[in-house]
């Protein structure tokens, strides 16, 4: 895929070393060294410039090295890097922290700041089973969770991601044992899950991926669905919660897929694209109802929970940054642009053999083969055609920066019909 004698010297020093992500690392094909980025565009190490499609695991939204974001990150480096939350503040996540709650919907107010996705959800988690417990409501520890779902790879994500899609099978032992149900798309499994709760007295809450199921394959539903859950969870008395991680700050046409549904959950996770892609950074954001549940004289009602670098500095100089970007609007149209643009071009794969569906959804594009695919072998013959497209299991998908140009999409969907058409 690429030619060893002109890889720099850190690649082949650190090679041996660096434990890869996802990967069989004695069979996974070398990964391919990168040593600039801007807009949509990778440049490799040997001079090849590829056009992104992924936008690194889609938190790149506005482009790599935006300058905006690059300019705020730079003046808080110089101020301060970070300073730890326990007992001390900084301006950046105080101003993060009043936006994220103007700007999401309902009595979403109480923001807490972690690094990962997966410790967001671990959190939010945490927070459901504590609301309960200071309540007076004992045994409420398990959630339910459906087919196709994703939320991380640590333990409590992982019990709540769908058991055999999901690349966790192995753990199934060793994980907290979960309900994890289909969508409840219709009245029918509206009914199965209604009888589900009523059944269980030890559900704390209901965690669910609003509008796309991502990293579990890339799956649509509609508002309806998260309709039906605000309803059963109101009734049996648990916790919403979505998980916003993949399709928050403008990835399915609004800046978050719940303001598509009119639903506001309990709690909600955001991480990915909250930097643009810049810094690490996540949040579970937890509504005045839960957040009241934790006040009290008593410290044992607190929420012991306290990441180390929760609330980095950098991290929310560049959301706060990246929230400027979204407060100017432009998004908006660039994510309609791609969303037809997407839904043209890829539209041609559905008369492909081995392409078992199409389907698009905001700045989502997903071809769906009948059977898992040779990832390693696909991905070559896309960079071949000079872009980075990195299907997993059945999936090929595009989840571009929002700045990508017309033609540049237009070479990543003619690469994919292209080499699918093989
Ligand atoms: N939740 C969702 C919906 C995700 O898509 C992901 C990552 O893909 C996660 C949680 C986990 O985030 P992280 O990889 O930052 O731990």
Redesign the pocket.
């Known amino acids: 895929m690429d030619d060893e004698d002109l890889r720099p010297d850190w690649f082949k020093t650190g090679a041996r070393h660096v434990w890869r992500p996802y990967a069989q690392m004695q069979t996974a094909p070398a990964p391919l060294p990168v040593v600039r980025t801007e807009g949509a565009r990778l440049h490799l190490a040997d001079g090849r410039v590829l056009i992104d499609g992924v936008a690194s ?2 938190t790149a939204c506005h482009g790599y090295n935006h300058p905006q974001i690059i300019t705020a990150m730079h003046r808080q480096l110089d101020a301060m890097p970070h300073v730890m939350l326990g007992g001390l503040a900084h301006e950046q996540a105080y101003r993060l922290a009043a936006r994220l709650a103007a700007l999401l919907p309902g009595e979403l107010n109480h923001v807490f700041f972690a690094e ?6 671990e959190i939010a988690m945490k927070m459901a089973v504590q609301f309960h417990l200071n309540r007076g409501a004992q045994g409420r520890t398990k959630f339910v969770a459906f087919r196709g ?6 333990f409590a ?1 992982m019990s709540v991601c769908d058991p055999e899609e999901g690349m966790h099978a192995l753990f199934a032992g060793a994980l907290a044992p979960q309900h994890i149900v289909e969508l409840p798309r219709d009245a029918a499994s509206e009914a199965a899950l209604d009888l589900l709760l009523a059944r269980h007295e030890d559900i704390a809450g209901i965690v669910v ?1 609003p509008l796309v ?3 579990g394959g890339m799956l649509f539903h509609d508002g309806d669905t998260l309709r039906r859950l605000r309803r059963l969870a109101d009734k049996h008395g648990v916790l919403l919660i979505f ?5 928050g700050f403008g990835r399915t046409g609004t800046l978050f897929a719940m303001q598509q549904a009119d639903v506001v959950p309990d709690i909600v ?1 955001l ?2 694209a909250l930097t643009g892609g810049a810094a ?1 950074l ?1 949040a579970a954001v937890a509504s005045t109802r839960v957040f009241d549940a934790f006040l009290g004289d008593d410290p044992m009602r607190a929420l012991m929970h306290g990441p180390t670098y929760m609330g980095h500095a950098l991290g929310c100089a560049a959301a706060n940054a990246s929230l400027d970007l979204f407060e100017r609007g432009d998004w908006t149209d660039a994510v309609s642009r791609i969303a037809a643009q997407l839904t043209e071009e890829l539209a041609p794969c559905r008369g492909f053999s081995r392409v078992a569906q199409v389907r698009t959804k905001g700045a989502i594009g997903v071809v769906e083969l009948d059977a898992p695919a040779d990832v390693g072998a696909l991905t070559a013959r896309f960079v071949e055609r000079g872009v980075w497209i990195r299907p997993f299991g059945r999936i090929v998908y595009l989840t571009p920066a929002f700045v990508i140009s017309p033609s540049e999409l237009t070479q990543l969907t003619s690469a994919i019909a292209a080499v699918l058409a093989d």
């Open positions: 695991w889609w990962s996705g997966s410790v967001a959800v779902g994703y939320h991380g790879d640590t994500a991926e199921q991502g990293a998980d916003e991680i993949f399709t996770t991480s990915k690490p996540s």
